[in-house]
């Protein structure tokens, strides 16, 4: 795959799971409590820095939530700093959609917005199970630190 492709995967990659059209090609942005890791809210330095599909072990999961059809969950982190097998901040990104059973247990007055959020990926696999998520793996990897907010 060509570089400008990568690049161009990598941005949108970003701003799905930051909401924002501020990281631009060869620059970096802060973001401020961005990703949720074990009910803790971290930042990031969101950065147009993709690789090539690595190995497994390489990589932590990052669940995105900017396309699930409702607004105001974060994206949800597996690992965070300290955890024995934190990677750095170097993503596998999963898209998560709210299935229809999902939207009326997390938006019940119907006003397109959660109205709690889930905090840990343990969170998101349970709501998975439980029919409210659908979650599907994108092949997008890309690296961003995660910060204590």
């Known amino acids: 795959m060509n570089r400008q492709i990568v690049l161009s ?7 799905i799971l930051f909401g924002t059209g501020s990281v631009l090609a060869g620059s ?11 009910g803790t809210i971290y930042g990031t330095i969101a950065t147009p820095t993709s690789f090539n599909l690595p190995p497994v072990q390489s990589t932590d999961t990052i669940y995105s939530f900017m396309l699930s059809g409702l607004t105001g969950q974060r994206s949800v982190s597996e690992s965070a700093p300290g955890d024995r097998n934190y990677n750095g901040g170097r993503w596998s990104v999963k ?21 709690f959020e889930l905090t840990s990926a343990e ?6 199970a439980l029919g409210h998520l659908t979650i599907m793996d994108t092949s997008i990897y890309f690296e961003c630190p ?4």
């Open 95 to 115: 898209v998560v959609l709210f299935t229809d059973q999902g939207k009326a247990i997390h938006d019940p007055d119907n006003d397109g917005a959660v109205n």
């Open 123 to 128: 969170k998101v696999l349970e709501h998975e």
């Open 28 to 38: 970096a942005t802060k973001v401020d409590k961005a990703i949720w890791a074990h």
């Open 146 to 149: 995660l910060l204590k907010s």
């Open 9 to 15: 995967l990598v941005t949108a990659c970003t701003m």
